[in-house]
């Protein structure tokens, strides 16, 4: 049993076989080239530079009920009715089921009193 201790411990280990060379060449050149590289990582995406915005300038109530009767306006206009949104000037309006009506009323004498 001693002698076969000495002799696996004499006998040179086994180095793997290697490819032939010709195995190697029969591979396209441009896969040799093109090995993966390893992944880099990725920088976070830089988000777009934000515009500097103009100041904001409060609306007067004036405006703001400018910009409502426009817009109420508009609004009857597409759907073919009078544009009449504060109008009534003496305080009547015969368009009683308007959807702004009470509104209409309120909004009139507002402006007819300026």
């Not at 010709?22 to 880099?40: E, I, V």
């Amino acid at each position: 049993m001693s002698m076969m201790k000495t002799q696996a411990a004499k006998a040179p280990a086994k180095a793997p076989a290697k490819a032939p060379a010709k195995a190697m060449s029969t591979l396209p050149a441009k896969s040799m080239s093109k090995l993966p590289a390893k992944a880099a990582p990725k920088a976070p995406a830089k988000a777009p530079a934000k515009k500097a915005k103009a100041p904001v300038r409060k609306k007067s109530s004036q405006e703001a009920m400018l910009a409502r009767v426009e817009a109420v306006r508009l609004v009857q206009r597409e759907e073919g009715h009078f544009d009449c949104f504060g109008r009534a000037g003496s305080g009547y309006c015969d368009q009683g089921e308007c959807a702004y009506h009470a509104e209409c009323l309120s909004v009139s004498r507002m402006l007819h009193s300026m």
